[in-house]
């Protein structure tokens, strides 16, 4: 049996990285300006009743580096309909987003092979720390002012598809 004494200095180390967890998630970050980010067209094509076609178009801004994807559409306090943010991902992996510092909510559409629509979640509740997960591999996702993916009746299986912008 160890002795009494060996049992704090045993957690020590686990203590020590728990608490530069929480002072790395809780130090404060200078934003990006979204104006530096690349911008581009979206298009999400929706198959509805009876074969129709519908296409919407979006404006969105690109994450396309590590601290662009970092930030996201946070510190965003208000979110034009037809606008949003799409994460280009360089290989298909398994993808969590959180709403940490996102003060308005935002309807996630994670984006598999060919663009297909693998799984959506509507209103993610704005600074909540909760990882969100696709599930299964993604190429991508695109985060929507909250509600429009009700509002345009959009369904895993649809398709998205964006032009790379020109730097």
Do not use: C
Request: glycine letters at 6%.
């Amino acid at each position: 049996m160890p002795a009494p004494r060996a049992i704090p200095f045993a957690v020590l180390p686990a203590l020590a990285q728990l608490t530069s967890a929480l002072a790395l998630a809780q130090t404060p970050v200078a934003p990006l300006d979204l104006a530096t980010f690349p911008r581009t067209s979206l298009e999400i094509t929706h198959r509805g009743a009876h074969r129709a076609v519908r296409k919407f178009p979006f404006d969105v801004w690109v994450a396309d580096t590590p601290e662009r994807a970092q930030q996201g559409l946070m510190f965003v306090s208000d979110l034009p309909e037809g606008r949003g943010m799409v994460f280009p991902l360089e290989s298909p992996r398994v993808e969590t987003m959180w709403m940490k510092n996102t003060y308005i909510e935002l309807d996630m559409l994670f984006i598999g092979a060919q663009g297909r629509v693998t799984k959506i979640i509507e209103r993610a509740q704005p600074m909540s720390m909760t990882m969100l997960s696709s599930d299964t591999p993604v190429s991508g996702v695109l985060e929507l002012k909250g509600g429009e993916v009700a509002k345009l009746g959009l369904k895993v299986g649809d398709t998205v598809a964006w032009k790379k912008p020109v730097s």
